[in-house]
């Protein structure tokens, strides 16, 4: 099949790698005409494991190519996925400005039928008038689809190709076929194809990431109690895990969420409760103790240094809000950070892959180090705060002969606790005795 993929974000540039992987011709489009240079001479701009290499076999392969002529990618594709950004708003609802430029864009481009999917995480109705939009530009026939994606950064490439699930919102049996065609080759084990209508797609995403949203702050909230009780949060995880009805996933305590699904999309469904004067009275506890915990992780370093940072330096170990990724969107690393300069601290900050993007948030405020031992030279304190595999297993007698201080605070849960404290560190974890 020919297809248009609109947005090279980190959604649209999985998409279209994997499609033209699967022998469909693809056109990924962008009005950012440096970025398109930047994607033909191969550069890409996020971090995914394996994204680059298929990337670069299905250019040279002549199946997935890249432009900012929008009309012409329209024009010569049967199939056009909305895959462009849906930031937040002051006021929590999604950003739809893009798609619904796009939307109108499309309008205006058409030829003949085409299928239009929103692939953006957008809310209930947005479909509803992506295709009003299009309808004003054009006389020719056309189906609108919701086709949510349910990519883990970190995971995304094989997250596409071994799918849980295919979720089609439509309710034109066409379009649902030529959905059922275009996934067949990733669902060939039996992940199910479920086709419902549109506003129920649109809601499946939502309703997916504030559920997980939620597991994660009610971890955090039990972590809390366990410490105020003397209780051990790994041992209730694990407690609650081994029930079948609970499982495993999502049940780590924490600084908090981040990225760009779990803080925006929580925020949105939010916001269409207020709309449809339907409160979302957990997911706003949700949020709030989200956003407290990184808080209260900056608290405990205030008190153990009695509020005294203005001549304390601190070692960071993470950046990215979570591992295998250089996404720092709503990354707990910034408000924690932000908090200690704020205080009078030094910060030194190193990350496998979220250095550039530090850079640009931090500039020269904080110092940024080579490697993670020389971003503890002299440090007061080491703080934790992304699960890193390259920080579970490091040297620490070589930890300990460059911080002035051996104090650690791990925010993640990923040091024990009693080995730890029998090299000589003061160590401090979340949830645990």
Same mark, same amino acid.
Request: hydrophobic content about 40%.
């Given at each position: 099949?020919n297809i248009?993929?609109i947005? $090279?974000g980190?959604?649209g540039?999985?998409?279209?790698?994997?499609f033209a992987e !699967?022998?469909n011709e693809?056109v990924c *489009?962008?009005?950012?005409?440096d970025?398109i @240079?930047k994607?033909?001479?191969?550069?890409i701009?996020?971090y995914e494991? =394996?994204?680059?290499?298929?990337?670069? /076999?299905n250019v040279? +392969?002549?199946?997935?190519t890249f432009? $900012?002529?929008?009309?012409?990618?329209?024009? &010569?594709?049967?199939i056009?996925?909305?895959?462009?950004?849906?930031?937040? $708003?002051?006021?929590?609802?999604?950003?739809?400005?893009?798609v619904y430029?796009? %939307?109108?864009?499309?309008?205006?481009?058409?030829?003949?039928?085409?299928?239009?999917?929103?692939?953006? $995480?957008?809310?209930v109705?947005? %479909? +509803?008038?992506?295709?009003?939009?299009?309808?004003?530009e054009?006389?020719?026939?056309f189906?609108?689809v919701?086709?949510p994606?349910f990519l883990?950064?970190? @995971? %995304?490439?094989?997250?596409f190709?071994?799918p849980?699930?295919?979720?089609v919102?439509t309710?034109n049996p066409?379009?649902?076929?030529i959905?059922?065609e275009?996934?067949?080759?990733f *669902?060939r084990t039996? !992940?199910?194809?479920?086709?419902?209508?549109?506003?129920?797609?649109?809601?499946?995403?939502y309703a997916a990431?504030a559920f997980?949203?939620a597991?994660?702050?009610?971890?955090?909230?039990?972590?809390n109690?366990?410490?105020a009780?003397g @209780?051990d949060?790994d041992?209730?995880?694990?407690?609650?895990?081994?029930?079948?009805?609970i499982g495993? %996933?999502?049940l780590f305590?924490?600084?908090?969420y981040?990225g760009s699904?779990?803080p925006?999309?929580? /925020?949105a469904?939010?916001?269409?409760?207020?709309e449809?004067t339907t409160?979302m009275?957990?997911?706003?506890a949700?949020?709030? *103790?989200?956003?407290?915990?990184a808080?209260?992780?900056v608290?405990?370093?205030?008190?153990?240094?009695? =509020?005294?940072l203005?001549?304390?330096?601190?070692g960071?170990w993470?950046? !990215?809000? &979570?591992?295998?990724?250089?996404?720092?969107?709503?990354?707990?690393a910034?408000r924690i950070?932000?908090?200690?300069?704020?205080?009078? @601290?030094?910060i030194?900050?190193y990350?496998p892959?979220a250095?550039?993007e530090g850079?640009? #948030?931090f =500039?020269?405020?904080?110092?940024?180090?080579p490697?993670?031992y020389?971003?503890l030279t002299?440090?007061?304190?080491l703080?934790l705060?992304?699960?890193w595999?390259?920080?579970?297993?490091?040297?620490f007698?070589?930890?300990k002969a460059?911080?002035r201080n051996? *104090?650690?605070f791990?925010? /993640?849960n #990923?040091?024990e606790?009693?080995?730890?404290?029998?090299?000589?560190f003061?160590?401090?974890?979340?949830?645990?005795?």
């Open positions: 099949m248009a993929v947005g $090279t980190y959604v540039l999985v998409v279209g790698a994997c !699967s022998g693809v *489009v962008d009005n950012n005409s970025k @240079a994607l033909e001479m191969g550069h701009p996020i494991p =394996g994204l680059p290499e298929l990337i670069e /076999r040279r +392969d002549h199946r997935l432009t $900012t002529d929008l009309k012409s990618a329209v024009q &010569k594709s049967k056009i996925f909305i895959a462009v950004g849906t930031p937040t $708003t002051s006021s929590g609802a999604a950003d739809l400005s893009a430029a796009v %939307a109108t864009a499309i309008g205006k481009a058409m030829n003949e039928y085409k299928v239009v999917i929103t692939k953006s $995480t957008v809310p109705g947005t %479909a +509803d008038t992506v295709r009003d939009l299009i309808d004003k054009t006389n020719l026939e189906d609108v919701s086709n994606e883990k950064q970190g @995971a %995304a490439v094989d997250d190709m071994r849980d699930r295919i979720v919102g309710d066409r379009a649902a076929e959905l059922r275009l996934y067949a080759p *669902v039996g !992940s199910p194809i479920l086709v419902v209508d549109i506003r129920t797609s649109e809601m499946v995403k990431n997980l949203a597991r994660i702050s009610f971890m955090n909230e039990i972590s109690l366990c410490e009780v @209780a949060v041992m209730v995880r694990k407690g609650m895990a081994a029930d079948s009805r495993s %996933a999502f305590p924490g600084v908090g981040g699904c779990f925006k999309d929580t /925020r469904l939010i916001q269409t409760g207020r449809f409160p009275r957990i997911l706003e949700v949020e709030a *103790v989200n956003n407290d915990q808080h209260r992780f608290n405990r370093v205030i008190d153990h240094f009695k =509020g005294k203005k001549d304390k330096r601190f960071v993470g950046l !990215s809000f &979570k591992p295998r990724t250089n996404d720092m969107r709503d990354a707990p910034i950070i932000e908090q200690l300069l704020r205080k009078g @601290a030094a030194s900050a990350d892959e250095m550039e850079k640009r #948030i =500039g020269s405020r904080i110092e940024f180090a490697n993670n020389d971003c002299g440090a007061d304190a703080l705060v992304t699960e595999q390259e920080f579970r297993n490091p040297n007698e070589r930890i460059a911080m051996p *104090v650690i791990d925010g /993640r #990923i040091f606790a009693g080995h730890i404290r029998d090299l000589g003061t160590y401090f974890s979340i949830g645990r005795k």
